[in-house]
């Protein structure tokens, strides 16, 4: 069973910049698709970024793109999420998800991961 902890969470002012973190247990992360979503008061649960477990592409939503970055650091069973530049519509609750060995075609449909973490809030005032 794998299970995931997301950490780094909190309140920001517009413009400043957040480190989110999401450790997972598990012999095999390396084999994992990773992605983190989030999910606004009263919206669907939307894509943000991912890092594929196969070649190490990544990918992200249009909304978020040159100002976030995903990373994973596999040694430590750990994926980042890097979000810098950030604006009051970055506020929400993020997900982090992990599919195993998910083809990077799949990796921004969030039906494709079967594990999740709990979620950290993110707050960016204005």
């Known amino acids: 069973q794998v299970q995931l902890v997301e950490s780094g969470g909190g309140l920001v002012q517009a413009g400043g910049s957040l480190r989110l973190f999401c450790d997972v247990s598990g012999r095999t992360f390396s084999s994992y698709g990773m992605g983190w979503f989030r999910q606004a008061p009263g919206k669907e649960r939307e894509f943000v970024a991912a890092?594929?477990?196969?070649?190490?592409?990544?990918y992200y939503a249009d909304s978020v793109k040159g100002r976030f970055t995903i990373s994973r650091d596999n040694a430590k069973n750990t994926v980042y999420l890097q979000m810098n530049s950030l604006k009051p519509e970055d506020t929400a609750v993020y997900y982090c998800?992990?599919?195993?060995?998910?083809?990077?075609?799949?990796?921004?449909?969030?039906?494709?991961?079967?594990?999740w973490g709990q979620g950290t809030q993110v707050t960016v005032s204005s």
């Open positions: 998800a992990a599919s195993y060995r998910l083809y990077n075609g799949a990796l921004t449909a969030k039906d494709k991961y079967p594990y």
């Open positions: 890092s594929s477990w196969s070649d190490g592409s990544t």
